[in-house]
């Protein structure tokens, strides 16, 4: 059975468009408004090491990496911490290493723009030992307990050591 539009052959349907703008455009204000920009957390300069590590000079102008070398115990805990030859007893005091050897100059061509860390962790070091190293070299809070100073953002790690 075929139903038929009787009398309606002549009639146009006929689109507001002017309710569909306004939506439109509350719906654009609505999201310009509400719109956040947060900086990325834990947002780091990482480089992993390369499977096979190729030779070259090095630039002049750049310092050698300060290495720190993390030692796990048997249990995967930190059992020791050492900055170049130095041994430390806590993070605390590797912050403060760190930031007496990169100074208080901050900036591009500054010191601490072209220092660069490399971590050397034992193969069953737990990951939390590695954030909280990260951590203590990539910056601190500052004085007034909002801001936070960037030390080195130029972190990387060594090849990884053999299982134990």
Do not use: H, W
């Amino acid at each position: 059975m075929r139903v038929r539009n009787v009398g309606r052959r002549g009639e146009k349907v006929a689109l507001m468009m002017t309710p569909m703008i306004d939506i439109v455009f509350q719906l654009l204000v609505f999201f310009i408004m509400t719109f956040k920009i947060v900086s990325p957390e834990g947002d780091f300069n990482i480089k992993m090491p390369l499977a096979a590590p190729s030779e070259g000079l090095p630039d002049d102008n750049q310092l050698p990496p300060m290495k720190v070398r993390l030692r796990a115990a048997g249990d995967g805990n930190l059992a020791s911490i050492e900055l170049g030859q130095r041994r430390l007893d806590d993070f605390k005091a590797l912050n403060l290493q760190v930031r007496e050897i990169v100074g208080d100059d901050r900036g591009p061509g500054s010191v601490a723009d072209s220092t660069e860390v490399e971590l050397d962790c034992d193969y069953n070091l737990k990951f939390e030992y590695v954030i909280d190293t990260i951590t203590a070299v990539s910056g601190y809070v500052a004085a007034d307990g909002r801001s936070i100073v960037k030390v080195i953002e130029k972190i990387k790690f060594a090849p990884p050591r053999a299982e134990k």
